[in-house]
């Protein structure tokens, strides 16, 4: 009896603050949705000493009358929701009624705001959860919110803030965030007394994101099209075939207008770019999901950091198949600008060469006949055998051919102007744009890796078999994972069998499989295969082993070409379905167009 008391209700607020309200960031993104759902046009934010000693933030939103500001500052207390029927399909940034009274329970508080048509504007002072005073104010209308040190009277809390630099930019990330979360809106960006960014309202994304991170990465990014696909709406900019990130950092993820962090999304990022994306690396993105607020539930994380889909397999899915689609749409820039006829430079340095001349290396001799084109395709580079039975000679990357295309013609018109090899590895061409360089290595993996890719979805892999059974033992998990998926498995060439107990037996390997140890490279192929979809799943098994088995078998830097392996090499390229980058998501081919010449020679500024 008497053990339980009912907590006072400032610290009730500290207590919610302690999941709200982890660091200045915390408090500037709750500060600035608020001022989001006011409609504001421009929000200014202002930080001093990282937040710790002073956040300010000023917006021009539909501000509060008396009444309304005294309540916003009671817990539970929003203009946003009515009911839990309400909760179900949200709106706005805000629902939980408790930002504004958790912060003013954990800083020295003021809130002066007006109404645009108010006579006066209001003004309350807030000391550790205390009201200490209210009167009326002659501000201009919007709300003003000024937190002064944050956490005084929680030390414990005070102290794991970290050093200024580090909260500052905490700050500046969150700002950029809701930035490019609302481009129409201006932002306004100032610590310790200095401009960091202001970025003036813009009419689309592409503008916002180009004033925030300028040209450069800018230039890097794809724009999708929208495009509504069972009720989801994706829409944004991302980073091409190859741009990535060691860290998630430029990742930047929206649910209907809301910076999240998504598994779901996340996926569907990776599924998309697939081979486009090195190992490791994360996707640069911008990335906006739309969809009825029903379908995704927001109150999921007390900072609604989180989401939940009612559908997820739908939300993935149709990101991956996006992101798809706009890499798609590169490609076709490319294969496009190479496939027009080059126009010569207004100032030649020398004669004109004219499209009738077959030849635009040097002469052939300078290339070193190593081997014939079609030995080349026949054989590999090294003495190993090749893995699966090779198509013969000249046979196009086509998707649906499966027949040699002997229609390779070494005199035919070139599509594109191939101006010779660099240091054994680079070939170098002539497009519209300027000069283009391939990687000969990485466009022959790419190659190869197509080739394999198809001729094992068609007809499966040959299997090797060991000499000495192999007997592996995996998790529960994997295990029944590895049964259900038996049959795909055997298609990849894996001879398995279950052993009991969680022990599988291993009769025989893919026949182009290399490793030193079979049952630790297949665990770990497991572990990739079920963090994939099951649609594509299948699709997909193995071609990690055959991007890192073409790798052995692809033509290396200082392999000499003949002029037609070259010419041969880049038609296979350009018809690839993702002929801009290896299998291992590193570039083939970079472009440096006239305009990056012209700044190196000083001819443009
Ligand atoms: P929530 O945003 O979840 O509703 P808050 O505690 O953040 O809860 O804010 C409480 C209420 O105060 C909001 O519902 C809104 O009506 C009002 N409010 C807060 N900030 C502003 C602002 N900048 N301009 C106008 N009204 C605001
Ligand atoms: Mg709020």
């Known amino acids: 009896m008497g053990r339980i008391v009912l907590l006072p209700e400032e610290v009730a607020s500290q207590v919610a603050a302690g999941e709200v309200i982890e660091r200045p960031a915390s408090v500037v993104k709750e500060l600035v949705e608020n001022s989001i759902d006011a409609g504001a046009g421009r929000i200014e934010v202002a930080i001093v000493r990282g937040g710790a000693a002073v956040i300010r933030v000023v917006d021009d939103g539909i501000g509060m009358d008396r009444d309304d500001a005294l309540l916003s500052l009671e817990r539970h207390a929003t203009s946003k929701i009515r009911s839990g029927h309400d909760l179900a399909r949200i709106h706005t940034l805000g629902f939980r009624g408790e930002a504004l009274p958790s912060i003013a329970s954990v800083s020295r508080f003021r809130l002066s705001t ?40 929680l030390p414990a809390r005070r102290k794991f803030l970290r050093s200024e630099n580090t909260e500052a930019s905490h700050v500046q990330h969150q700002l950029s965030l809701q930035a490019i979360g609302h481009p129409n809106i201006g932002f306004v960006s100032i610590r310790d007394q200095t ?15 180009r004033d925030l991170r300028g040209s450069e990465l800018f230039e890097k990014l794809l724009e999708i099209i929208p495009e509504a696909v069972n009720g989801i709406t994706i829409s944004g900019l991302i980073g091409k075939a190859g741009v990535s990130r060691s860290t998630r950092a430029e990742q930047v993820l929206f649910v209907n207008g809301r910076p999240v962090e998504n598994i779901t999304i996340q996926h569907g990022l990776r599924e998309g770019y697939h081979t486009a994306l090195m190992k490791g690396q994360y ?71 004219t499209d009738s001349t077959p030849a635009l290396i040097p002469a052939a001799e300078q290339f070193a006949l190593r081997r014939d084109w079609a030995e080349f395709h026949a054989t590999p580079v090294n003495s190993a055998p090749l893995p699966v039975a090779v198509p013969p000679a000249a046979e196009s990357c086509q998707p649906t051919s499966a027949a040699p295309a ?30 283009v360089l391939v990687d000969q290595h990485a466009a022959h993996e790419r190659i190869l890796f197509e080739k394999l890719r198809r001729q094992m979805e068609l007809e499966g892999v040959p299997t090797q078999r060991l000499l000495i059974p192999l007997t592996v033992g995996v998790t529960p998990k994997d295990y029944d994972w590895i049964a259900t998926n038996a049959q795909a498995l055997e298609k990849m060439g894996f001879a398995l069998e279950p052993f009991g107990n969680s022990t599988l037996k291993i009769d025989g390997i893919p026949q182009f499989f290399r490793t030193d140890d079979p049952s630790v490279t297949i665990r770990q192929l497991v572990d990739e295969l079920r963090s994939m979809t099951t649609t594509t799943s299948r699709l997909r098994m193995g071609e990690d082993v055959i991007a890192r088995t073409v790798c052995r078998y692809a033509i290396k830097a200082n392999d000499e070409l003949r ?30 167009g006239y305009g990056e010449l012209e700044k190196k020679f000083g001819r443009k500024v």
């Open 563 to 592: 002029r037609p392996e070259v010419e041969k090499l880049l038609r296979d390229l350009m018809d690839c379905e993702l002929p801009y980058c290896c299998p291992h998501g590193r570039p083939t081919m970079i472009q440096i």
């Open 114 to 153: 007006r109404l645009h048509d108010g006579l006066e504007g209001t003004e309350i002072l807030v000391n550790g959860g205390k009201m200490d005073a209210v009167r009326a104010s002659g501000e201009a209308p919007g709300t003003q919110i000024e937190v002064r040190s944050l956490f005084y009277n």
């Open 283 to 353: 996707p640069v993105t911008f990335l906006f999901v739309e969809m009825d607020p029903e379908a995704v539930d927001v109150n999921v994380h007390p900072a609604k950091r989180e989401v939940r889909f009612r559908e997820p397999d739908s939300v993935r899915n149709g990101v991956a198949e996006t992101i798809r689609k706009t890499l798609e749409t590169d490609r076709q820039r490319w294969t496009h600008s190479f496939q027009k006829p080059v126009e010569t430079p207004k100032t030649p340095l020398r004669e004109p060469v």
């Open 195 to 209: 401009v960091v960014f202001q970025a003036p309202p813009a009419k689309t994304l592409a503008d916002r994101i």
């Open 406 to 435: 002997p229609n390779y013609r070494p005199e035919a018109p070139n599509e594109f102007k191939i101006l010779g090899v660099l240091g054994k590895l680079y070939i170098l061409m002539e497009n519209e744009e300027g000069l």
